[in-house]
């Protein structure tokens, strides 16, 4: 079965900081596919970056990059210079050979002044 | 592009009563998907849609939730009777096979229903 794990329900930055969102998963598919979304409070899931299982570099996306380490299962990502807007819901979520999305249960990320 | 539509945004219903939420997904995507979000957790697929055919519908509660996408293109979701636990946010969202550059199948989100059932 395929399993999502945030560990961290909540976080706090300072603004302009970096941080970074832990995410491990478990699966036995040979070819799966990992993503961020943001939930701001307005409720819509916003696509950040995605990293494929046999990707050899590690995702970047603007400030966001995704930390991907096979072997011990996690795709922790990270947020550089963070800013206020970046306070929201984030969610890991893993794409195997069903397609089907499994999402984690989310960290809080409040970016302080 | 326009992107995923959803309505209404909120809704509060009795237990025992019956709701039905709308999507419309972005133009040209095949798959549909409903997920349910409970406060506090990640989203739940409940139902995914190719075209107008059901790929998997695993986790849906049959008893009292169907879903439709007669046309394969919007979609009805609905629950008859609602219980307690059915208070959540029902997300829709589409995804197309064309790559154009990003993950295949990519999911895009709508803003979502806010059911409270009393």
């Known amino acids: 079965a395929q399993k999502i794990t945030q560990t961290q329900p909540g976080m706090f930055v300072q603004e302009k900081e970096a941080v970074t969102l832990d995410c491990t998963y478990d699966?036995?598919?040979?070819?799966?596919?990992l993503f961020w979304y943001k939930q701001p409070s307005s409720g819509e899931m916003i696509f950040l970056i995605y990293?494929?299982?046999?990707?050899?570099q590690n995702a970047t996306e603007g400030r966001y990059s995704l930390n991907f380490q096979k072997a011990r299962k996690s795709a922790n990502l990270v947020i550089s210079a963070s800013q206020l807007g970046d306070s929201a819901m984030y969610f890991c979520a893993m794409r195997g050979f069903t397609n089907k999305l499994i999402f984690g249960t989310g960290t809080l990320l409040a970016v302080q002044p | 592009e326009a992107g995923v539509a959803q309505s209404p945004r909120y809704k509060i219903i009795e237990k025992r009563q019956s709701v039905a939420f709308w999507c419309n997904p972005i133009?040209?995507?095949?798959?549909l998907y409903w997920y349910q979000q409970i406060l506090g957790q990640g989203p739940k697929l409940l139902i995914q849609?190719?075209?107008?055919?059901?790929?998997?519908d695993s986790q849906l509660p049959k008893d009292r939730f169907s879903a439709e996408r007669l046309k394969g293109v919007d979609s009805t979701l609905k629950i008859q009777p609602a219980k307690l636990e059915d208070s959540a946010v029902y997300l829709c969202?589409?995804?197309?096979?064309?790559?154009?550059?990003?993950?295949?199948?990519?999911?895009?989100f709508g803003p979502g229903t806010r059911l409270t059932v009393l």
């Open positions: 990293q494929g299982s046999y990707d050899q």
């Open positions: 699966t036995s598919d040979p070819s799966y596919g």
């Open positions: 969202a589409s995804s197309s096979l064309r790559t154009s550059g990003r993950p295949i199948n990519e999911q895009f």
């Open positions: 849609f190719q075209n107008n055919g059901v790929v998997d």
């Open positions: 133009s040209g995507h095949a798959t």
